[in-house]
T-cell receptor
Framework: SQQGEEDPQALSIQEGENATMNCSYK?????LQWYRQNSGRGLVHLIL?????REKHSGRLRVTLDTSKKSSSLLITASRAADTASYFC??????????????FGRGTSLIVHP | DSGVTQTPKHLITATGQRVTLRCSPR?????VYWYQQSLDQGLQFLIQ???????AKGNILERFSAQQFPDLHSELNLSSLELGDSALYFC????????????FGSGTRLTVV
């Protein structure tokens, strides 16, 4: 099973509204990252939050991390049609042969209607 | 352009065939990761190389193999292809400090017919 699981699987909103996506994970982490993927394209790194951080901002993005609940949320404020994409959380699953391996959930598909 | 180059972008081949996917990491990155993305399995980690050596293995089939060359580019070899191998294959690279995230290529879409 996936280390990170995003919720909801799909989200449909109107332009200007806020979009909130959640990610839950199972084991302890070093950091948690959020990525965006436009249809059929590569993943683009959005933001990284370390395990000792609780909140982080980048432009219209706000990420929170609750290590006690093993969960994170990504908030996109004042959404735009161009924000339509799939959003993935990734955790460093843990060391494997000396490496931290980024492990992804199945993603949240966000549709922003103009 | 992310700095990670993957070729080819599209590949159509028949069952039983063998293909090679190529990845050039972002300049200065020593680690290369390969992922397979399909609708039913999501994004699955296959294998990681660091400076020419295999570092970690994920859900990689025995029919698949990879290597990283001295110039740090990597190749993923898929053999005895089956219909179920149709997917997007991504490579990502990172530097020594993974706290800055991973840079993904635009992927190779493999269709097995």
């Amino acid at each position: 099973s996936q280390q990170g699981e995003e919720d909801p699987q799909a989200l449909s909103i109107q332009e200007g509204e806020n979009a909130t996506m959640n990610c839950s994970y199972k084991t302890s982490i070093n950091n948690l990252q959020w990525y965006r993927q436009n249809s059929g394209r590569g993943l683009v790194h959005l933001i990284l939050i370390r395990s000792n951080e609780r909140e982080k901002h980048s432009g219209r993005l706000r990420v929170t991390l609750d290590t006690s609940k093993k969960s994170s949320s990504l908030l996109i404020t004042a959404s735009r049609a161009a924000d339509t994409a799939s959003y993935f959380c990734a955790t460093d699953k843990g060391r494997s042969g000396g490496s931290y391996i980024p492990t992804f959930g199945r993603g949240t598909s966000l549709i922003v209607h103009p | 352009d992310s700095g990670v180059t993957q070729t080819p972008k599209h590949l159509i081949t028949a069952t039983g065939q063998r293909v090679t996917l190529r990845c050039s990491p972002r300049s200065g990155d020593l680690s290369v990761y390969w992922y397979q993305q399909s609708l039913d399995q999501g994004l699955q980690f296959l294998i990681q190389y660091y400076n020419g050596e295999e570092r970690a293995k994920g859900n990689i089939l025995e029919r698949f193999s990879a290597q990283q060359f001295p110039d740090l580019h990597s190749e993923l070899n898929l053999s005895s292809l089956e219909l179920g191998d149709s997917a997007l294959y991504f490579c990502a690279s990172s530097g020594t400090k993974t706290n800055y995230g991973y840079t993904f290529g635009s992927g190779t879409r493999l269709t097995v017919v």
